[in-house]
Structures are given as structure tokens and as C-alpha cells.
């Protein structure tokens, strides 16, 4: 907690530039965590922080509360939420990585989709909406074993390669075109009164 507050006399300490959300909750940057952990420790560093413990001091103390609070609200809504924790580390991790390669759908999914599209029904449209959520758990499951090769090597202490991060980059990427095509999925069964 020595990051918050000075051990000496117990005063919140100014934020830093750059400071880690991770280190905010004394945990190591990793795609899995102990939720469990992050929650105490969020609930600790907002009791030890809170505004109105400083309110007598006022001043520098009083704001420093403020901002770190501020800086610890918005760092837990982040690592409590899978996706956001994992687009926060990847851009930290490496903020320029760009996909190796545009997001493609699977072909037969889009050739599937378009299919639907010109001759919508019921059938067509459940046997498209299986064979999505195939293609979306296989997705989940290639970012899940992405996720732990990168904790693998950060937990050793080593910096995760351009081509790997790439690699999750396009994974997401695509796992965000499965997401877009099952909302329009959702649109499409509204649109046929289909429930």
C-alpha cells in the first residue's frame, strides 16, 4: 500500500505518470487473475483512501485521495472485466503491434451469412446461429490459449514477441467480427418476428 500512501506519516502519494494499474493492486500484469484478490484489494485501498478520511488535512491531501480513488475506480472496472484488462495489457505490452493479417472471417461462415441473407428462414437461420457459436467458442478457446502463453512468458519475466502479440491482436479482431455478425444475427430475427 506504500504506493498510496507514505509509510511515514501516511499521506496519499500523487499519482505517478504511466503508473500501473496492476501494481495499483499489487498484482503482476496477466491476462488471468485472482478476481477474488482484486476485489479485496480494491475494497482495502478504498477504505485506506478514501476522501473523507482526509478531509481534516485538506489540500494536496485531500486531492491526492481524490485522483488516486479516481485512478483506482477506473483501474478496477477495467482489470474486473476480461475483455477490457486484456485490450489494456496488450496495449501496454505493445502499444504499435498491429495484426498480422486483416480479420477474415471463416469463409464458409461469411458465404453462409450472405446465403441467409438472400433466403431468410427459421431453419437456415438456427443451423447458422450453430454454426456460429462453434466458430465463436473455437475463437474463445484459440484467445484463452493465446492468453496463457502470454502468462506464461510473463511470468518468467519475459517480454511477450512482436508476432505473437500480433497474433492476439487478429484474434481479437476476429472475435469482434463474430461478435458484430451475432448481433446482426439478433437484428435479423427481429426483423423475420423470429424469437
Not at 427459421?122 to 465463436?136: C, N
Request: charged letters at 30%.
Amino acid at each position: 500500500m506504500g504506493v498510496h500512501v507514505c509509510h511515514a506519516c501516511g499521506v496519499p502519494q500523487p499519482l505517478r505518470p504511466g503508473e500501473d494499474l496492476f501494481a495499483s493492486f499489487g498484482l503482476e500484469q496477466r491476462f488471468a487473475i485472482d478476481s477474488g484478490l482484486l476485489e479485496r484489494r480494491f475494497y482495502e485501498i478504498s477504505r485506506l483512501l478514501h476522501p473523507d478520511r482526509f478531509a481534516a488535512i485538506g489540500g494536496d491531501a485531500r486531492r491526492n485521495s481524490t485522483e488516486r480513488m479516481t485512478f483506482l475506480n477506473d483501474g478496477y472496472r477495467i482489470l474486473k472485466n476480461a475483455e477490457k484488462r486484456r485490450e489494456w495489457l496488450l496495449n501496454q505490452l505493445a502499444p504499435a503491434a498491429s495484426p498480422s493479417s486483416a480479420p477474415r472471417p471463416p469463409q464458409d461462415l461469411a458465404s453462409a451469412w450472405f446465403d441467409l441473407q438472400d433466403d431468410a428462414n427459421e431453419a437456415a437461420l438456427k443451423d447458422f446461429e450453430t454454426r456460429l457459436q462453434i466458430t465463436q467458442n473455437q475463437a474463445h478457446e484459440r484467445i484463452r490459449t493465446l492468453e496463457r502463453e502470454l502468462d506464461a512468458l510473463l511470468e518468467t519475466g519475459s517480454k511477450p514477441g512482436p508476432e505473437l502479440l500480433a497474433k492476439m491482436k487478429a484474434e481479437l479482431l476476429s472475435g469482434s467480427y463474430l461478435s458484430s455478425l451475432e448481433r446482426d444475427v439478433e437484428r435479423l430475427k427481429k426483423r423475420l418476428f423470429i424469437t
